[in-house]
C-alpha cells in the first residue's frame, strides 16, 4: 500500500494544487481516465469545505489530504480540525452569524462530493471530520514479449 500525504494551509489558492496532485496520483494508481475529472472535482469540493471550516473556526493548522493506493482501489481523505456540532445542533457562533448559510453550504458540499463519487464515508466529531472517497483501480496492463 502506497501513500502520499500533503498538508496545505488552509487558504483558497491551495485547492487547485490539492486537486492536481490528486490527478496525478489518481492516474498512476491505475484509475480510469474517465473518472479523472470526477476525482479532481471531488477533491476541490472536499477540501474547499475544510479550507471554508478552518477559516470560519480561526483554525491555523493545515488541511489533510491522504492519497491512498492500496490492490484493487485508490482512496482520498481530506481531514479537517475543525470541531462539528452533533447532527442537527449548531454551535452559538454559527447560530448568531447566520442560521442557515453555514449548514446549507455544507449539506451541499457533501451533495455535490456523494453525486461525484460513488463510495464516500463522511465522518465528523468535536475534534475535526474526515471525508473519504473511493475508486476502483484496473492493474496496468502486462508487457507481452515475442
Known sequence: MATVELRFSALPEHVRTARLVAAAVARRAGVDEAVLDEVRLAVGEACSRAVGLHQIGGITAPVKVSLIEEEKQFSIEVG???????????????????????????????????????????????????????????????????
Open 80 to 146: 479537517d480540525e475543525a470541531p462539528h456540532a452533533p447532527t442537527g445542533v449548531r454551535t452559538a457562533a454559527a447560530a448568531a452569524e447566520d442560521p442557515d448559510v453555514e449548514a446549507e453550504e455544507d449539506e451541499m458540499g457533501l451533495a455535490v462530493i456523494s453525486g461525484l463519487v460513488d463510495d464516500v464515508e463522511v465522518t465528523a466529531g468535536e475534534h475535526g471530520g474526515l471525508i473519504r472517497m473511493t475508486w476502483p483501480t484496473t492493474p496496468p496492463p502486462t508487457a507481452v514479449l515475442p
